[in-house]
Structures are given as C-alpha cells and as structure tokens.
T-cell receptor, first 114, second 111 residues
Framework: SQTIHQWPATLVQPVGSPLSLECTVE??????LYWYRQAAGRGLQLLFY??????ISSEVPQNLSASRPQDRQFILSSKKLLLSDSGFYLC?????????????FGDGTRLSIL | KNEVEQSPQNLTAQEGEFITINCSYS?????LHWLQQHPGGGIVSLFM???GKKKHGRLIATINIQEKHSSLHITASHPRDSAVYIC?????????????FGTGTRLKVLA
C-alpha cells in the first residue's frame, strides 16, 4: 500500500533562517506531488505541484521554493524565512494521469516563525 | 467571492443529532472530495464523488452537479466526530488535476 511521510511534525524557526521540509511517498511510482499551506483560520492553499522529477509549478508568488530531486521526494525550502511563512504545511500525492483520483495527505508540519 | 464556499463555518451539536454541512462551488469540476481534519492537523479522506450519493457508516455525501452543491451528513453524531470538515473540488488545469479547498466547517459534538 502507498504511504506518505512528512517531517518534521513541528518546527520553530527564527526570522531569516533557512527552511527545508521533506516529503516522501512509498508504494507508488510517478506520483503527482503537491505542497499546501494552511494559515491560521484559513483554507488550504496550493503552493507548488510537480508532475515529474525536476518539474515544479508554482501557484502563488512567495518566499518559498520547491524541488523534486527524486521521483518520490518533494522538498519545500526557503533561504530566509519571514513571519508570514508561519502556518501548517501539508504534502500530498495523487496517481499520475488517472483523472479523478483523490489526493492523499501527509500528517503535516506546523511551522512557527519567531 | 471564494470559488468554494462552505456553511456553516462553525457548528456545535449535541450527541445523537443529525448534522449537515454544505459546500457550494462556482467552477466546473471533475469531482468533489470531503476531508476530515483532526486537531493535530492530519487530514483523512472521507469521500470523493462526482455524482449521486455515497455512504460510509454514519456518513453520507451527496452532490448535485447541475446546482454545483454538495452536502455531507452525519447521522447519530458522536463526540469523536468533532473535527474540521473540508470540501475540496478537483478540476483539470494546466495538464494536471488540482484542488480548490473550502475554508472548512469546525464541528464540535457535545456529549
């Protein structure tokens, strides 16, 4: 069966520090991968998605970047965190090319910027 | 106006009550997904549907594509149903399928 792992679960970082959140998927190949952010009291917002290694699409301009160095690995990064980067970050995957397939979510990372 | 609207935003019910959460959307979709988010933040998939009705245990989801509306019903609610329920619409754009999420309905069921 397929599983998605996301870490760390919680992170407290000072303003201006770098960030790296990692997400890996097991039990499937060529997944579509997604990074979402949920700000306090707000809905989930798509940040990045990827349909293949090295292929990253950004949905909103921001201080973050994403990379997909391997088929089942998706990384969310920042060189210098801002206070506004605080929030709950979720990684998700869905099967490639099968249309109406549900996305499956990781457990999320709660990021607090001080 | 958000493309996906949920109502109510907050809901408090007594144990055993029948609960309805509504989701309306304004875009053309290929499917709609109901999700449950627990206090820790983890998200569980409940239903994905593109027509009609689905039932799983005490949960029932319906969708009316013509009216662009879906409902999630919980029968005989229980305190363990307390969570945020999120509606997400799945649509095709730029060669892939994407979700737009509602802001969620926070449900609290009292014993």
């Amino acid at each position: 069966s397929q599983t998605i792992h996301q870490w760390p679960a919680t992170l407290v970082q000072p303003v201006g520090s770098p960030l790296s959140l990692e997400c890996t998927v097991e039990g499937t190949s060529n997944p579509n991968l997604y990074w979402y952010r949920q700000a306090a009291g707000r809905g989930l917002q798509l940040l990045f998605y990827s349909v293949g290694i090295g292929q990253i699409s950004s949905e909103v301009p921001q201080n973050l970047s994403a990379s997909r160095p391997q088929d089942r690995q998706f990384i969310l990064s920042s060189k210098k965190l801002l206070l506004s980067d605080s929030g709950f970050y979720l990684c998700a995957w869905s099967p490639r090319g099968l249309g109406n397939q549900p996305q499956h979510f990781g457990d999320g990372t709660r990021l607090s910027i001080l | 106006k958000n493309e996906v609207e949920q109502s109510p935003q907050n809901l408090t019910a007594q144990e055993g009550e029948f609960i309805t959460i509504n989701c309306s959307y304004s875009v053309g979709i290929s499917a709609l997904h109901w999700l449950q988010q627990h206090p820790g933040g983890g998200i569980v998939s409940l239903f994905m549907l593109s027509s009609g009705k689905k039932k799983h245990g005490r949960l029932i989801a319906t969708i009316n594509i013509q009216e662009k509306h879906s409902s999630l019903h919980i029968t005989a609610s229980h305190p363990r149903d307390s969570a945020v329920y999120i509606c997400a619409v799945n649509f095709r754009a730029s060669g892939t399928y994407k979700y737009i999420f509602g802001t969620g309905t926070r449900l609290k069921v009292l014993a």
